[in-house]
């Protein structure tokens, strides 16, 4: 690790298995991809560990995937007291909140679970948009597109959890 390092980046390098799989459960719900990050301990920079956790979501299985979705509130409901799931939400209105849900609740009963977006820098409208867009891609499409998506979420959060704000601000999910 280089002296240059975020302070961030040591304490997640030392942190026990308890504490870096809480940690790693508040960036992606996915037990596998959370145990892929923290087999890679410790990692020499923040790049390093934004790569390894890019190739863990690449790996995870379509049980895996679901698993990572799961641990994400619709678009448009963020959980009560989630400072996180609000503030990836920011981008998102009252004038969009109401077709969001709608929406949202039409594409998981087509695709079977939430629609997940990194809705970081996102408006509501390019939300809404998206959505409505993705709804009627069929499961291969969409599971592709999901992925990227949670690869996105995960890259954000974990530049936050380190330190590294390179990364903007807080990933979104959907």
């Known amino acids: 690790m280089t002296s240059s390092a975020p302070p961030g980046l040591a304490r997640f390098n030392t942190a026990d298995e308890p504490g870096v799989a809480a940690l790693l459960h508040e960036v992606c719900a996915s037990r596998a991809w959370?145990?892929?990050v923290a087999a890679g301990r410790p990692y020499g920079s923040v790049a390093a560990l934004l790569a390894a956790a890019e190739d863990a979501v690449a790996g995870l299985?379509?049980?895996d995937l679901a698993e990572a979705m799961a641990g994400h509130p619709p678009?448009?409901?963020?959980?009560?007291?989630?400072?996180?799931?609000?503030?990836e939400q920011s981008g998102?209105?009252?004038a969009e909140r109401a077709e969001l849900l709608e929406l949202n609740l039409a594409?998981?009963?087509r695709h079977g679970h939430v629609f997940l977006i990194c809705a970081t820098g996102r408006s509501g409208e390019e939300m809404l948009a998206a959505l409505r867009e993705r709804i009627g891609n069929d499961a291969d499409t969409e599971r592709d597109i999901v992925r990227t998506e949670l690869g996105r979420i995960?890259?954000?959060r974990l530049a936050?959890?380190?330190?590294d704000g390179d990364e903007g601000e807080e990933g979104g999910q959907g």
């Open 92 to 94: 998102v209105g009252e």
């Open 34 to 36: 959370a145990a892929a």
């Open 160 to 163: 936050r959890l380190v330190g």
């Open 61 to 63: 299985t379509d049980a």
């Open 154 to 156: 995960n890259r954000i």
């Open 75 to 87: 678009i448009g409901r963020p959980r009560p007291g989630d400072a996180t799931s609000a503030r």
């Open 107 to 109: 594409y998981q009963e």
